[in-house]
């Protein structure tokens, strides 16, 4: 059964067409995810199925009596309620039920006879009707929804206008859930979960026996919640009957199926140009008109064709740059015993950590569990109440917030990325054009940038920077699908190390190595990506530590310090293989230049290969010194 149907959708702002003749059905237990590049109308799309904004052309049709409930829909109530007063609005009329049970109830001890008879019949009725709109099972629906969705006690004693705007949100969602609306529409709905609370939502989800279409950037969300992707493009919807990650590949197939038609029709047409050519200088060198003939019925044939658009499969992405950075010592951060507390809260106690060159740490953590503050600290933004943070030699760190702030938003983005490096304004250019600010978008001022062009010009810039050690707060907050694709492929090509918060667990699953949550004020290590931690987790593995494992303790450093005197000159030695390291490098890196440049000469490719055999076992000798000295 087709519980919405969106028919030849077209939506101008202003002058500009936002999208054209757009349809699509939304059928009864559909779960459907609904993607596109940022600004292509996705959003817009739920507003117009819920009323809130109109389109010039097309229309939308919905079952008759069939409820609808949109997430990011924030309606205003009274300025004295409750969050419990907004959740408990699900149930308006069992409340409205239960307070006409209670009436009858007080009636029944007054009446007698065929009165009394009447009136129980009426309670009988009323009975009836509260069970079927569950409201025996109100208190225990309620509790599941809000402890899922991490909504406190004290929370819900709070006014709803107290709220943050991401707690309103979680409250709304609530409250439209308890609704049980049979199509729901949600726009972003992790945005403000933590991971407990999204994995919580997605297992709700997959029972729910509503249609739900939303629309979200996360991927891993995608994948757990949807069974069908619809791509908004600007004068179309393309369906794929599977999740994101299905929809990555089939994406893929398609494209090449069509780039096939396409080089093959593309081939056709240019035989066919050939031939009328050939027909026209024949009829010409042998007066034929014969041959004039044959082209003309060619070109008509030609005239016939309709012409394929050359597939694209790539969209403009960003680029950063990847040039080579400083290499840093082993340990990049270290961190012992630290502690912070607000107040009376005790945030953080007692942890200790150790980040190596080239790891890729993500530190997870429920909301307010203080992993920003962590970061903070490393950052020397905020200090702790006790413990020690040393950072490692060489290390130049790179810090992108979840919300950039530029100290003068003022200036233009040109302006900006020359005030802040030396380079001509070709130069800067050229670097501003791989994070996709080209021509005129370059003289924007930066106080006009949405959230994710801001993240995206700091990380330009700091990638420019060549920073070896990149700290990073929910950086795919504020990109596309695209855009995290891109970034993620940065990270991982990066050469130096990364720290970074996220809720995205797709990102996570591609960048991360290393996994870090805070429970219970402390830090567990889990020596994998997310799917492992997530594994880990459910099984209770993963001890506390104050230290990863394959390192030494506090005392056992002070131990082999006492016995071995010779340690004294450590730091040295270490700095001076890793020099060495760098010099075999940058050798074997000429070499392999050399290598490509005299690829057809065997005798001097034969002599390269062999210089490069003996730097790279004297590198693996220095490699196998500078572990030997860390241990």
Same mark, same amino acid.
């Given at each position: 059964?087709?519980?919405?149907?969106?028919?030849?959708?077209?939506?101008?702002?202003?002058?500009?067409?936002? !999208?054209?003749?757009?349809? !699509?059905?939304?059928?009864?237990?559909?779960?459907?995810?609904?993607? /596109?590049?940022?600004?292509?109308?996705?959003?817009?799309?739920?507003?117009?199925?819920?009323?809130?904004?109109?389109?010039?052309?097309?229309?939308?049709?919905?079952?008759?009596?069939?409820?609808?409930?949109?997430?990011?829909?924030?309606?205003?109530?009274?300025?004295?309620?409750?969050?419990?007063?907004?959740?408990? *609005?699900?149930?308006?009329?069992?409340?409205?039920?239960?307070?006409?049970?209670?009436?009858?109830?007080?009636?029944?001890?007054?009446?007698?006879?065929?009165?009394? @008879?009447?009136?129980?019949?009426?309670?009988?009725?009323?009975?009836?009707?509260?069970?079927?709109?569950?409201?025996?099972?109100?208190? &225990?629906?309620?509790?599941?929804?809000?402890?899922?969705?991490?909504?406190?006690?004290? %929370?819900?004693?709070?006014?709803?206008?107290?709220?943050?705007?991401?707690?309103?949100?979680?409250?709304? %969602? $609530?409250?439209?859930?308890?609704?049980?609306?049979?199509? %729901?529409?949600?726009?972003?709905?992790?945005?403000?979960?933590? *991971?407990?609370?999204?994995?919580?939502?997605?297992?709700?989800?997959?029972?729910?026996?509503?249609?739900?279409?939303?629309?979200?950037?996360?991927?891993?969300?995608?994948?757990?919640?949807?069974?069908?992707?619809?791509?908004?493009?600007?004068?179309?919807?393309?369906?794929? *009957?599977?999740?994101?990650?299905?929809? #990555?590949?089939?994406?893929?197939?398609?494209?090449?199926?069509?780039?096939?038609?396409?080089?093959?029709?593309?081939?056709?047409?240019?035989?066919?140009?050939?031939?009328?050519?050939?027909?026209?200088?024949?009829?010409?060198?042998?007066?034929?008109?014969?041959?004039?003939?044959?082209?003309?019925?060619?070109?008509?044939?030609?005239?016939?064709?309709?012409?394929?658009?050359?597939?694209?499969?790539?969209?403009?992405?960003?680029?950063?740059?990847?040039?080579?950075?400083?290499?840093?010592?082993?340990?990049?951060? @270290? &961190?012992?015993?630290?502690?912070?507390? !607000?107040?009376?809260?005790?945030?953080?106690?007692?942890?200790?950590?150790?980040?190596?060159?080239?790891?890729?740490?993500?530190?997870?953590?429920?909301?307010?569990?203080?992993?920003?503050?962590?970061?903070?600290?490393?950052?020397?933004?905020?200090?702790?109440?006790?413990?020690?943070?040393?950072?490692?030699?060489?290390?130049?760190?790179?810090?992108?917030?979840?919300?950039?702030?530029?100290?003068?938003?003022?200036? &233009?983005?040109?302006?900006?990325?020359?005030?802040?490096?030396?380079?001509?304004?070709?130069? $800067?250019?050229?670097?501003?054009?791989?994070?996709?600010?080209?021509?005129?978008?370059?003289?924007?001022?930066?106080?006009?940038?949405?959230?994710?062009?801001?993240?995206? *010009?700091?990380?330009?810039?700091? &990638?420019?920077?060549? #920073?070896?050690?990149?700290?990073?707060?929910?950086?795919?907050?504020?990109?596309?699908?695209?855009?995290?694709?891109?970034?993620?492929?940065?990270?991982?090509?990066?050469?130096?190390?990364?720290?970074?918060?996220?809720?995205?667990?797709?990102?996570?699953?591609?960048? $991360?190595?290393?996994?870090?949550?805070?429970?219970?004020?402390?830090?567990?290590?889990?020596?994998?990506?997310?799917?492992?931690?997530?594994?880990?987790?459910?099984?209770?593995? /993963?001890?506390?530590?104050?230290?990863? +494992?394959?390192? +030494?303790?506090?005392?056992?450093?002070?131990?082999?310090?006492?016995?071995?005197?010779?340690?004294?000159?450590?730091?040295?030695?270490?700095?001076?293989?890793?020099?060495?390291?760098?010099?075999?490098?940058?050798?074997?890196?000429?070499?392999?230049?050399?290598?490509?440049?005299?690829?057809?000469?065997?005798?001097? %490719?034969?002599?390269?290969?062999?210089?490069?055999? #003996?730097?790279?076992?004297?590198?693996?000798?220095?490699?196998?010194?500078?572990?030997?000295?860390?241990?």
């Amino acid at each position: 059964m087709i519980e919405c149907s969106i028919n030849d959708l077209t939506k101008y702002y202003g002058a500009n067409k936002l !999208f054209h003749n757009i349809s !699509f059905d939304l059928k009864t237990g559909e779960r459907i995810g609904l993607i /596109g590049q940022n600004g292509c109308g996705k959003t817009t799309i739920l507003k117009i199925i819920m009323g809130v904004e109109d389109c010039q052309e097309g229309n939308i049709a919905i079952r008759k009596d069939a409820k609808v409930g949109y997430l990011n829909q924030m309606p205003l109530f009274e300025a004295s309620a409750t969050t419990m007063d907004v959740i408990e *609005l699900a149930f308006e009329n069992v409340f409205k039920l239960k307070q006409e049970m209670k009436v009858l109830e007080e009636r029944l001890i007054q009446l007698q006879g065929e009165a009394l @008879e009447k009136t129980i019949q009426s309670y009988g009725r009323l009975t009836e009707q509260f069970e079927a709109l569950g409201g025996y099972d109100m208190e &225990t629906h309620i509790s599941k929804i809000t402890e899922g969705l991490q909504i406190t006690d004290l %929370l819900k004693g709070m006014l709803f206008e107290q709220l943050s705007g991401g707690e309103k949100t979680r409250v709304i %969602l $609530a409250k439209i859930l308890l609704e049980q609306p049979d199509v %729901l529409l949600l726009d972003e709905p992790s945005n403000h979960l933590d *991971l407990e609370a999204i994995e919580w939502l997605e297992g709700f989800l997959k029972e729910y026996k509503g249609s739900v279409l939303v629309v979200s950037h996360d991927r891993y969300f995608l994948d757990s919640v949807v069974h069908k992707i619809l791509e908004l493009e600007f004068n179309r919807v393309v369906p794929y *009957l599977g999740n994101y990650s299905y929809y #990555v590949v089939e994406k893929e197939r398609r494209f090449l199926i069509e780039y096939k038609v396409y080089q093959n029709q593309q081939k056709k047409i240019d035989n066919m140009e050939r031939q009328i050519e050939r027909y026209r200088i024949w009829g010409a060198m042998r007066d034929s008109e014969k041959m004039f003939k044959r082209a003309k019925e060619l070109e008509k044939r030609l005239e016939k064709i309709d012409t394929l658009d050359r597939p694209v499969f790539e969209k403009r992405k960003v680029r950063l740059d990847a040039q080579t950075i400083n290499r840093t010592g082993k340990i990049v951060l @270290e &961190t012992e015993g630290l502690a912070k507390h !607000f107040g009376d809260k005790n945030l953080l106690q007692e942890v200790s950590l150790t980040i190596l060159y080239q790891d890729s740490v993500c530190i997870v953590g429920s909301n307010g569990s203080g992993k920003t503050t962590l970061l903070k600290m490393i950052l020397r933004e905020c200090e702790p109440d006790s413990g020690s943070i040393k950072i490692g030699s060489r290390v130049k760190i790179g810090y992108l917030p979840q919300n950039v702030v530029y100290e003068d938003e003022e200036l &233009t983005i040109l302006e900006y990325f020359l005030q802040l490096h030396d380079l001509t304004q070709g130069e $800067a250019r050229s670097q501003l054009a791989k994070a996709l600010f080209m021509k005129e978008d370059v003289n924007k001022k930066i106080k006009s940038l949405s959230g994710g062009e801001k993240s995206r *010009l700091k990380l330009c810039s700091l &990638t420019f920077e060549k #920073v070896n050690f990149m700290i990073l707060d929910e950086p795919t907050n504020h990109l596309d699908i695209d855009s995290r694709e891109v970034l993620e492929e940065t990270l991982i090509q990066f050469d130096g190390t990364l720290f970074f918060v996220s809720h995205d667990r797709y990102f996570i699953n591609k960048v $991360a190595d290393k996994m870090m949550a805070i429970e219970n004020k402390g830090i567990k290590i889990y020596q994998g990506d997310y799917s492992y931690y997530l594994d880990e987790h459910k099984k209770g593995l /993963g001890k506390l530590s104050v230290a990863p +494992p394959s390192l +030494p303790s506090k005392s056992i450093k002070k131990k082999v310090a006492s016995e071995q005197p010779k340690n004294i000159n450590l730091s040295k030695k270490l700095e001076r293989l890793e020099e060495e390291i760098e010099q075999y490098e940058r050798k074997i890196k000429v070499i392999d230049g050399e290598m490509v440049e005299f690829a057809l000469d065997a005798n001097r %490719l034969n002599e390269l290969f062999q210089a490069k055999e #003996v730097l790279e076992e004297e590198l693996e000798n220095c490699l196998e010194q500078w572990g030997a000295t860390q241990e």
